[in-house]
């Protein structure tokens, strides 16, 4: 018998607002995620995953609104749970990140600051204890020099580093999954690789479970266990990794792959070309 999943989202109905009136987004979504897996959910711009997982954060934009369905986390079902509970339960047992890291920091505080006021208040630190667990933190992310980072603001770093403080804030509380929506999609191929790679490992190193979104197949594919596939509000395909990338049945998929393809075809020719 398989232990119950941490994540459960059953027939997920997202409505937003429309010219005459509300318009379905998202349409009998369903996936499960259990401790310590990743999924990815993949498809193009407006294809709902990332109203999913905000949906699942309790986020969604003004305006929008889930119509129906339920998100059951850990047991408890997420759609008829107060403001309050909410706020409890975001940055300690659900963190996030997203695309443009700058649009979540504080502008006018440094990082250290940021930090340390989410250990002091969600994780229960006191303030010597909280600034010291915030330098072990960004040291956790790969920033190598985490004192000097802990004094600067956002501003003062590069997008890569914004994203790995992001990250030390995401999982300061020890959360039990994390909630990743086109977290590379703004960074270079390189920052790309090694922010993917900090992923894998603190999903190892902390038991997380991962719910990661993008629209680049090949970065699903590289981080995640399984994956579903969305376009045009629906979830058209999923399968394992290894299934949907060897044996896609929906013809949307295939196409997501062979795009795939020729973008690094197309890489390998530019790189033959400036070498």
């Known amino acids: 018998m398989s232990p119950e999943p941490l994540?459960?989202?059953a027939d997920l109905q997202i409505e937003v607002p429309g010219e005459t009136g509300p318009v379905a987004a998202v349409r009998g979504v369903g996936f499960t995620?259990?401790?310590?897996?990743?999924l990815g959910l993949v498809g193009e711009s407006g294809s709902g995953k990332s109203l999913t997982c905000r949906a699942v954060l309790g986020v969604l934009p003004y305006g929008c609104h889930a119509a129906?369905?339920?998100?059951t986390f850990d047991g408890h079902d997420l759609t008829r749970l107060p403001?309050?509970?909410w706020q409890r339960l975001r940055s300690v047992r659900i963190g996030a990140i997203f695309q443009d890291p700058a649009s979540y920091l504080n502008p006018s505080l440094t990082i250290g600051r940021q930090l340390s006021e989410v250990l002091r208040v969600k994780g229960g630190l006191g303030r010597r204890e909280a600034k010291a667990r915030?330098?072990?933190?960004?040291?956790?992310v790969g920033l190598r020099r985490p004192e000097?980072?802990?004094?600067q603001i956002p501003s003062e770093l590069s997008g890569g580093m914004q994203q790995r403080a992001m990250l030390a804030l995401a999982v300061s509380c020890d959360p039990d999954l994390l909630v990743a929506d086109e977290p590379t999609t703004a960074l270079d191929v390189k920052t790309q690789a090694e922010v993917l790679a900090l992923l894998a490992e603190l999903r190892e190193r902390l038991g997380l479970a991962v719910l990661f979104v993008s629209h680049d197949l090949d970065v699903v594919a590289e981080l995640c266990d399984r994956i579903a596939v969305f376009h045009r509000g629906e979830i058209v395909e999923a399968g394992t990794t290894d299934e949907i990338i060897r044996r896609p049945r929906h013809p949307y998929t295939r196409s997501?792959?062979?795009a795939a393809a020729l973008a690094e075809a197309t890489e390998e020719v530019l790189d033959g070309v400036h070498s």
């Open 7 to 9: 994540l459960r989202v």
């Open 33 to 38: 995620l259990q401790r310590g897996e990743s």
């Open 68 to 71: 129906g369905g339920t998100i």
């Open 83 to 85: 403001v309050l509970e």
């Open 134 to 140: 915030a330098h072990e933190l960004l040291a956790l």
């Open 148 to 151: 000097l980072v802990y004094r």
């Open 256 to 258: 997501l792959i062979e």
